[in-house]
């Protein structure tokens, strides 16, 4: 997924792996919420009382529905009036926000967060709530796996003794080097079979069925690092054994003898990168290159197509043994691994083994073992891993596999349906902005003019939700864990993983636009260059993106972000892509050249904005934020353009005027100074308000290629001449600088 881009603060570049935490505890939330309420209600009060006051005179109507006032609130609220807009319109814009939102909690705070928040909020409650007999089978099956994993008790009581017969049953000893007397290893290709078919999964290395396309289906091999290291293999041992009574496990003679195969298998492991290489390889080939240390009449010989034909047996995958291709990253690490386990002593295969699939067990067992789990857990340290609470976490890991019910119990609840009709509009005012933008270019030739407009033409927009998603029974239909994650906590975890992988077949639906898994209810937009398809899920489709009561609003925040994902297609990366998302040169080399150029512009204009809270010589990286700059500046335009449309077509007028279109719209209570073009500027800023502790600022700079919030309205609007002239910036003042940089 590594082509998907995200539109909000780097939630760690990977949508499959490790979310980020929500660390803010539940009862301050509902603190939050409910003040939140309260100041709500008081300004309804103020404003109303305002109103009454003016009603007799001539003034606008004001637009007093709940979206207005509440948005009325909110950028009142984010904004300082007593900065000039000409001079930092960020500041201007949300000085009020970073004042009174505040990143201790968790280092962090922006639009995006708070209103994920306030989702997760509602999905726990709906989860907290239990099954109602009106549900779709799918959400009763995710309400059940939550309430096996907030059971505590019933996990420490049932304790580790289901995981030792599922050892056992593996031919591996229930506890492992207690008794130097005890009985011959088990042959370790079979263990790793029979353990493939329990979870699987495999130590030493990674075996995935990926499916290229409709047609064509193939094994991967890749190396793999569970991140092992010797205090993990010790804590988890010693937590074990508290479960056992009489002697447990050596926890330190196993750990060390763990880790120096640990280590073996690490530098078989190690590629340089001059070495980056992958083959596709039949099994005899696999089998010969795996064979290179040993001879074909051991019987600790690893057989390929033994193992296969083992690994196909309870599987939707179809695969050709005699023919079938596999993909092989690093054929030469197969070498070198399998070297590392024929040179060692069947006790310590055995033993790594045992711990293999003790680790992968472990953490659905008893709330110990879980912590320590995590504790010792890499990933976790370095991505923040689940959120500490056990409801919110157990949330988190239900999203794993039930994001669909997740998302369609909330949208039911929630969600306007409506709302997605009418973002559809805006869409398709978006797709017309661009080709009036491309149609007006001075730097593109006809030729390659036509290349774009058809590439704009092909860009397929997904918004909130798939069309089957409420398509009755569609969703259980597609439920591939509907049978067999069942029973208690550890067995419905250990038949995901086998569900996963070997019975989720992604084309037995080829005709539901492919929403590549991604939850419907996440605060974020994306768009991936290959399938030349931008995504819009119904998370986002909420204040304060849209459903602002005002058009100047929605079309200021989130047409500015659908002509974000638009422009993506159209960036430094996505112009290499032609309108059916292969990679192909569309480009005159004069164009392309005037491309160029005009991106360097902007590169070298970004790569000047400081930040002085983290030193003096702090700056903002250029080169590595240009396509999300490019694509916030070409999205600001198109959204200019749409916003007109719109206004065209509230006066059901068919020519485009040349003076300014006046939105008939009512004014916003509070903010009656504002012109609708100058709310539409404020509806822009107010959504990438945000308040980063000076350390996160300090990795997102880093990390992240989004810029952050402040640039993203300084950079973009500074660039914009309709700001200057709605906000009547002198030329020269900072929000109008004489040299502008555009590219779409
Ligand atoms: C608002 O802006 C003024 C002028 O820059 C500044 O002095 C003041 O501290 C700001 N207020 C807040 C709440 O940030
Ligand atoms: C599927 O992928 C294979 C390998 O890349 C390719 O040869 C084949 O043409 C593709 N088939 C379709 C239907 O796209
Ligand atoms: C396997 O590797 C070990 C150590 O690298 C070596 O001593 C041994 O001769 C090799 N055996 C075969 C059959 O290649
Ligand atoms: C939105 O809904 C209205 C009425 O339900 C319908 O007429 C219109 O075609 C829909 N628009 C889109 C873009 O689906
Ligand atoms: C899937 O799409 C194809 C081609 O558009 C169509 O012929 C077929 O009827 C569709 N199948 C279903 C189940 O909708
Ligand atoms: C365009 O540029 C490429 C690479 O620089 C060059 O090989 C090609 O001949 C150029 N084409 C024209 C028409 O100038
Ligand atoms: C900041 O940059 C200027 C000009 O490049 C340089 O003279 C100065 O030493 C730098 N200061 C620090 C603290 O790096
Ligand atoms: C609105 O405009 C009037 C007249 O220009 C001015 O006196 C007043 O301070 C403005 N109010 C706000 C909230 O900016
Ligand atoms: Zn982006």
Same mark, same amino acid.
């Given at each position: 997924?590594? *082509? ?29 919420? +409910? ?13 109303? !009382?305002g109103y009454s006051l003016y009603s007799e005179s001539t003034k606008p109507k004001l637009c007093l529905t709940d979206e207005c006032i509440a948005s009325a609130d909110r950028i009142i609220t984010s904004m300082n ?21 505040? %990143?201790? #909690? ?32 799918? +959400? ?6 939550? #309430? ?33 007397? $005890? ?12 353990? *493939? ?8 290395? !990674? ?22 290291? *010797? ?22 003679r196993a750990a060390k003898e763990l880790m120096d195969l640990e280590k073996k298998l690490e530098m078989a492991r190690m590629v340089y990168p001059s070495e980056i290489n992958e083959r596709l390889m039949t099994v ?45 990253? =690093? ?18 295969? #055995? ?27 890499? %990933? ?52 017309? $902005?661009?080709?009036? !933008? ?23 927009? =997904? ?36 569900? $996963? ?88 080399? *004069?164009?392309?050249?005037?491309? =160029?150029?005009? +991106? ?58 040349? #003076? ?33 502790s000076p350390s996160i600022l300090k990795l997102l700079l880093k990390w992240d290629v989004h810029s952050p919030g402040r640039v993203r309205v300084l950079g973009t609007l500074s660039n914009t001449k309709e700001f ?18 555009? +590219?779409?």
């Open positions: 997924m590594e *082509e998907i881009e995200m539109e909000s603060k780097e939630k760690k570049g990977d949508t499959g792996q490790g979310e980020k935490s929500h660390q803010i505890t539940s009862n301050k939330r509902i603190i939050l919420i +409910v003040l939140g309420a309260i100041v709500l209600a008081l300004s309804v009060a103020v404003i109303l !009382l009036m007593s900065v000039d807009p000409c001079d930092n319109f960020y500041e201007f814009a949300c000085g009020g926000y970073v004042d009174t939102h505040s %990143y201790y #909690e968790r280092g962090y705070v922006d639009r995006f967060e708070e209103l994920g928040d306030i989702i997760s909020y509602r999905v726990l409650r709906i989860f907290d709530g239990g099954i109602l007999p009106s549900m779709p089978e799918t +959400v009763k099956q995710a309400i059940e796996y939550y #309430e096996k994993c907030i059971d505590e008790e019933t996990q420490k009581k049932v304790g580790v003794e289901p995981m030792l017969n599922h050892i056992e049953s593996l031919g591996l000893p229930r506890i492992p080097i207690q008794d130097d007397t $005890a009985i011959e290893p088990s042959p370790w290709p079979q263990v790793l079979m029979k353990g *493939e078919k329990l979870l699987a999964k495999t130590p030493f290395f !990674l075996f995935l069925f990926e499916q290229l396309n409709e047609t064509t289906h193939h094994f991967t091999w890749r190396a793999y690092s569970p991140a092992f290291y *010797e205090n993990l293999f010790r804590i988890l041992l010693e937590t074990f054994n508290d479960h056992l009574e009489g002697d447990g496990v050596d926890a330190s005899a080939e696999l089998q010969a290159q795996s064979d290179l240390n040993i001879t074909s009449d051991d019987p600790n010989r690893f057989d390929w197509s033994e193992f296969l034909t083992s690994y196909l047996e309870n599987s939707v995958l179809k695969f050709d043994i005699e023919k079938d291709k596999i993909l092989v990253k =690093n054929p030469q690490v197969i070498k070198d691994t399998f070297e590392v386990l024929y040179n060692t002593p069947p006790e310590t295969i #055995e033993l790594y083994t045992w711990f293999y699939y003790f680790y992968s067990m472990a953490p659905f067992t008893t709330p110990d073992l879980y912590e320590a789990f995590i504790a010792t857990d890499i %990933y976790s340290k370095l991505f923040g891993g689940p959120p500490k609470n056990l409801k919110k976490r157990c949330i988190y890991f239900a999203r794993d596999i039930f994001h669909n019910a997740i998302s369609y119990e909330y949208l039911e609840r929630y969600f306007d349906k409506e709302r997605k009709n009418k973002t559809e509009v805006i869409v398709e005012d978006i797709h017309q $902005a661009f080709i009036q !933008l491309v149609e007006g270019l001075d730097w593109m030739d006809e030729q390659t003019k036509t290349f774009a407009m058809e590439k704009v033409d092909a860009v397929k927009p =997904n918004v909130g939700y798939p069309k089957w998603f409420f398509v009755p029974g569609a969703l259980d239909e597609r439920n591939f864990f509907m049978e067999d994650v069942r029973g208690d906590w550890l067995t419905m975890n250990i038949n995901k993983f086998v569900v $996963a992988l070997k019975k989720y077949d992604p084309y037995k639906f080829k005709n539901d636009t492919n929403w590549f898994g991604m939850s419907k209810i996440e605060v974020n937009a994306f768009y991936v260059p290959k399938h030349v398809s931008i995504y819009l899920p119904a998370g986002i489709l909420q204040a304060p993106f849209t459903g602002n009561g005002l058009a100047s609003l929605n079309y200021g925040a989130i047409g500015a972000i659908i002509g974000h994902e638009f422009t993506h297609g159209f960036d430094k990366t996505g112009q290499k892509y032609d309108k059916n998302g292969k990679l192909n040169n569309w480009w005159s080399n *004069e164009t392309k050249e005037n491309f =160029n150029e005009r +991106v360097q512009c902007m590169i070298e204009q970004y790569s000047k904005f400081h930040f002085p809270e983290l030193g003096p010589n702090v700056t903002l990286d250029g080169k590595k934020t240009i396509n999300e700059n490019i694509a916030d500046n070409g999205g600001m335009r198109e959204a200019l353009i749409a916003y007109d449309l719109f206004k065209l077509r509230q006066v059901g007028n068919e020519k485009m005027g040349t #003076e300014d279109l006046h939105d008939l719209q009512p004014d916003l209570p509070g903010l009656t100074n504002y012109t609708h073009k100058q709310l539409f500027f404020l509806g822009y800023a107010n959504m990438w308000c945000q308040n980063p200057a002239e709605a906000w009547n910036c002198p030329t020269g003042s900072k929000m109008n600088p004489a040299d502008k940089c555009v +590219v779409w």
